[in-house]
């Protein structure tokens, strides 16, 4: 925006040329007769007053254009609170109908899984659990074991002072499963929208019968109120003999607010992978 001169200092100068142009006239004579040419008929008070007529003339020339200024600079303001006013409105929408798909669709997930579901997002259908399971030796004629967080897997035990504890329950569900490679990545969102990484150790030397939990405590010491927790569990594990390996490549979310975990699917399974490789990389 261009610089505004106040409009006082107009008002002041225009004043004081006003009361000095006054003094002038009212003081002595303006011309004198004996000469022919105009601007020799005119004294120096005649002169001086010419002078200050067309600066006065320049005073008020210029207070127009800083007054136009003035309302252009006012109009581009407007228009500036306008389009962010909008803009907040617009990003408020568009806010609050991503909140509600996403509640729906983790109330969706939440259901399906416990009806040993799964909604599959890639080729928009449901399929059972072990379906999903994605087996590199598939020569054996037992049940895949499917690895499972449930709905309630995830309990805050106790908090004292910032110390939270939690316990977390892995269910192996239709067979034993072992051998477990799988590198955890815990993902902790607090209310103040900060976050933390950590990488504990949750299933090293874990073996689960069939239909079967293993159940391990984990600490998150934050005097910031915690609002989800995410759980990417990426690697394989296999059957009990070992002879069936399986991928996995899950992330759960727990919500402290409702106490429930389920799993998370896209779009944001992708925002939270992006935003966990995002903080490694800043680490």
């Not at 006013?85 to 259901?111: H, M, W, Y």
């Not at 002072?161 to 034993?176: K, M, P, Q, T, V």
């Not at 594990?237 to 389920?262: F, M, P, Q, V």
Request: glycine fraction near 4%; charge should be positive.
């Amino acid at each position: 925006m261009t610089f505004v001169i106040p409009n006082i200092f107009f008002v002041i100068l225009i004043a004081i040329s006003t009361g000095y142009l006054t003094f002038l006239t009212t003081k002595g004579s303006l011309t004198n007769n004996k000469y022919s040419r105009l601007w020799d008929k005119l004294t120096k008070r005649g002169k001086l007053v010419f002078y200050l007529l067309i600066a006065i003339i320049i005073i008020l020339s210029y207070q127009e254009y800083n007054n136009q200024v003035s309302n252009e600079n006012k109009d581009i303001q407007l228009t500036r609170e306008r389009n962010h006013r909008d803009s907040l409105v617009t990003t408020g929408i568009n806010s609050g109908v991503e909140s509600n798909s996403n509640r729906l669709f983790n109330k969706l997930s939440q259901a399906f899984a416990n009806q040993n579901l799964k909604i599959d997002t890639l080729n928009n259908t449901v399929v059972k659990l072990k379906d999903s399971v994605r087996t590199t030796i598939n020569n054996y004629s037992q049940e895949d074991p499917v690895f499972s967080i449930e709905a309630k897997g995830v309990r805050l035990i106790s908090l004292q002072n910032s110390n939270h504890e939690y316990e977390i329950d892995f269910r192996s569900l239709d067979a034993g499963s072992a051998n477990y490679k799988v590198d955890t990545y815990m993902f902790t969102e607090y209310q103040n929208n900060t976050y933390s990484l950590t990488k504990p150790n949750l299933l090293t030397n874990v073996k689960i019968p069939k239909s079967g939990k293993w159940n391990i405590g984990f600490q998150i010491n934050s005097v910031t109120p915690i609002k989800n927790i995410y759980f990417y569990f990426i690697g394989s594990y296999t059957t009990l003999d070992g002879t069936k390996s399986y991928n996995i490549n899950d992330i759960y979310i727990y919500e402290e607010s409702n106490k429930t975990t389920w799993t998370l699917m896209n779009p944001e399974r992708n925002k939270i992978i992006s935003q966990i490789k995002d903080y490694q990389k800043r680490k």
